[in-house]
């Protein structure tokens, strides 16, 4: 009994930080359009630069993706990119990650929970007005997913995002061994873009090239959650790709760690 009373006032300490975290984000509103308006714009300057091809053969080279439906989903995704990397200057070069090393929480966790209402906010005001955009428009969204598919959609887009912020959080913690960060964290951010299908769709590429893709985590943090959206993933597919995205969290965390532990030893902060 006593056990049971613990993990649930555990259980709501988290609720309670991921709250007290909403409401700092919340009086930075105004950052947060800016930030809305990025991810929101890309998405369409790339389907307006795809509407002006020959749209017939192209929907053909993509399949069964319908391409208007790809961007618009990607207002949404835009919105769930994780920027917890950019704390590494105040945590780790200005000293104030001492603060966070006396609490009773794990740092990955307070980031997380950090980041997280950043994410849900941008997210929902991305569906908002990709909901604006097709009633005004008149474009039906192609998606097509019965109820089976909608639980592994979830899924894949809660590991997806598992993937992307344990990876920016090894981008984060290099900051032990480095002054700045910023050119490593704007390759990376390329990457990203490129390999999560931002710029097209990676079924478009070459063979050759996107085998090389398909290895590598990107696909599994953006892409693979939108192209699971549009209902053209098979549940066998939809399941070997939660395996391999799995795969890349434990590796993330099992590296996150390690270097984790690594650069605790290197940091040093000065108090007053």
């Known amino acids: ?37 990025v991810s929101f714009i890309h998405p369409l300057i790339y ?18 993706i319908d391409i208007r439906t790809y961007y618009l989903l990607y207002i949404i995704a835009g ?43 941008q997210g929902s005001m991305g569906f908002i007005v990709l909901m604006f955009i097709t009633a005004v428009l008149a474009i039906p969204l192609q998606i097509q997913l019965n109820a089976t598919q909608i639980i592994q959609v979830i899924l894949i887009s809660l590991l997806g995002y598992s993937i992307l912020f344990l990876f920016k959080m090894i981008i984060l913690i290099s900051a032990f061994w480095t002054t700045d960060i910023s050119g490593l964290q704007q390759f990376m951010e390329m990457l990203i873009i490129i390999f999560s299908g931002f710029i097209m769709p990676i079924s478009l590429l070459s063979e050759s090239i996107a085998q090389f893709i398909y290895a590598t985590p990107f696909p599994y943090m953006i892409y ?38 690594k650069g605790l030893r290197k940091y040093s902060a000065i108090g007053l």
Request: hydrophobic fraction near 55%.
């Open 224 to 261: 693979y959650p939108v192209i699971a959206v549009l209902g053209v993933i098979s549940l066998p597919d939809l399941f070997r790709i939660c395996i391999i995205q799995i795969f890349w969290i434990v590796a993330f965390y099992i590296f996150y760690t390690m270097l984790w532990h």
């Open 47 to 64: 389907l307006l630069f795809w509407s002006g091809r020959n749209s017939n053969s192209f929907i053909n080279n993509v399949g069964a």
């Open 79 to 121: 919105g769930f990119f994780v920027h917890v990397e950019e704390d590494a200057r105040p945590d780790i070069l200005e000293g104030q990650l001492s603060m966070f090393l006396m609490k009773p929480f794990s740092y990955l966790r307070l980031k997380f929970f950090s980041e997280l209402p950043w994410r849900l906010i």
């Open 1 to 37: 009994m006593y056990l049971i009373r613990k993990k649930e006032f555990k259980s709501m300490r988290y609720v309670r930080i991921f709250l007290l975290f909403f409401e700092h984000v919340y009086q930075y509103r105004s950052r947060i359009f800016v930030w809305f308006l």
